[in-house]
């Protein structure tokens, strides 16, 4: 059975589903006890920090309330000094600004894409605790991942050749790197974005060294901001944090790929008509990928530990993960789970365009990196990346190949289940006190 396809923006849809009921825990100035939640971050860590930037304005920059680069406090410190010193208020910006993030994914979506399947692509992220309740409180989080889904849009379009192009691309990543220096990686994901332009494939040509030297200039100025707060802290984090969150740590790799498997299985459902046509078309093509990326998932699977550890480990997977087996320090479920995320990452990579796959894989693979340079493990670290990467991809391939994907309650029901679940998870989160 077709669903017609209505003439509504999504935009509108998410406003009624999201935007609503976050407005009214934000004009009720509703808040939790729940230790590992986004309300305990603001009161402890980012409230103070943006009141202490508001009453010294002029005062030399620098950082003793997170681990962060602290852009998002001196934006906040500067309108808590200049426009309203409510908490209400500054958490009404917040929620702006996650609008933004929220509204800039919906409409990176909708091109080719039936807007009631692009409400539901976008839905699992829209809803999920880490992005949810994110954009109720005073937290980074947000305003940085708006920034990244900038730049994977810019790289995905090939708009990065001309000077606009990288002026706009240079900004986005100083706002990623100012906000939260683990984004760093946006730096040589962009360099290689620059390198491939609009073609399928990099090719070694005069133009593609043109390309990334013009973008190597436009990151710049965010690889400067890094550089300058390294030097500053003797380190990669603020001295305070330097004990607990600085370290080197594989665990986000079979995370990441959990999370693939775990989400990537309500996606299948949307392309799973072009996943049969590529498997009847080229059978031994799709073995090849499907052992590398079996291979990839057992590297990740045996990569670190990831037995549960109390306060970095106490979100969503890591819950579950905590009753299972482990051996060698190796969760039996996360695991597996891993080496099932490296069969659905490739597949998803398999039925993209080719040059979708070089910019995915590039993201993907920029971002592993840079989250291993630290040992802080909390689930809202990648789970909002790895919808945003898997809701871009079902979404080109749709667009893709519109004929073989009829919008149909089969085609939609994956994504919407797991909105469904993401909302129920994030509600649980809500009600639950410490």
Not at 184 to 198: K, Q
Request: hydrophobic letters at 55%; glycine letters at 6%; one cysteine or more.
């Amino acid at each position: 059975m077709q669903i017609a396809s209505r003439q509504y923006s999504p935009l509108v849809v998410a406003g009624l589903l999201f935007f609503i009921p976050a407005l009214i825990l934000v004009l009720a100035d509703f808040n939790y006890s729940d230790p590992a939640a986004a309300a305990r971050d603001q009161n402890l860590h980012h409230l103070p920090a943006i009141i202490a930037f508001s009453q010294h304005p002029g005062k030399p920059i620098t950082n003793d309330f997170s681990p962060n680069i602290p852009g998002y406090y001196v934006l906040f410190g500067v309108v808590r000094h200049w426009i309203t010193s409510s908490v209400v208020g500054l958490r009404l910006v917040n929620l702006l600004l996650t609008a933004g993030l929220v509204c800039t994914l919906a409409l990176a979506l909708l091109p080719g894409c039936p807007p009631v399947l692009t409400v539901f692509l976008a839905g699992p992220f829209l809803f999920s605790d880490s992005v949810f309740v994110r954009g109720i409180w005073l937290n980074t989080d947000n305003p940085a991942w708006w920034a990244i889904l900038v730049l994977v849009l810019m790289a995905l379009h090939g708009r990065t050749g001309t000077l606009l192009a990288c002026t706009a691309a240079g900004l986005a990543a100083v706002a990623a790197v100012s906000i939260r220096q683990n984004h760093v990686w946006v730096i040589p994901f962009m360099l290689f974005a620059a390198f491939l332009g609009s073609g399928q494939r990099p090719r070694i040509e005069r133009a593609a060294f043109v390309r990334a030297f013009a973008m190597a200039a436009a990151m710049l100025p965010a690889l400067g901001i890094v550089a300058w707060f390294v030097f500053k802290w003797h380190g990669l984090v603020t001295p305070r944090f330097q004990r607990v969150h600085q370290g080197f740590s594989l665990s986000s790799v079979p995370m990441t790929f959990t999370l693939i498997a775990v989400f990537g299985a309500f996606y299948a459902t949307t392309i799973r008509c072009v996943i049969r046509d590529r498997w009847m078309r080229d059978r031994a093509g799709f073995v090849r990928y499907i052992k590398l990326g079996l291979a990839v998932g057992v590297v990740a699977a045996v990569s670190a530990h990831t037995n549960y550890v109390p306060w970095f480990r106490d979100h969503g997977i890591w819950l579950i993960a905590r009753s299972t087996p482990v051996y060698f320090g190796r969760s039996l479920m996360i695991a597996l789970l891993a080496m099932v995320g490296g069969v659905a990452a490739s597949v998803f990579l398999l039925v993209s365009a080719s040059r979708d796959r070089w910019v995915l894989s590039a993201a993907l693979i920029a971002f592993l990196i840079a989250q291993s340079m630290h040992d802080a493990e909390f689930e809202r670290y990648y789970e909002p990346f790895v919808l945003i990467l898997l809701a871009l991809a079902t979404s080109r391939v749709v667009s893709a190949n519109s004929g073989k994907s009829p919008v149909s309650w089969p085609t939609i029901a994956g994504p919407a289940v797991l909105t469904l679940l993401q909302t129920i998870f994030t509600i649980w989160r809500l009600a639950t006190p410490a």
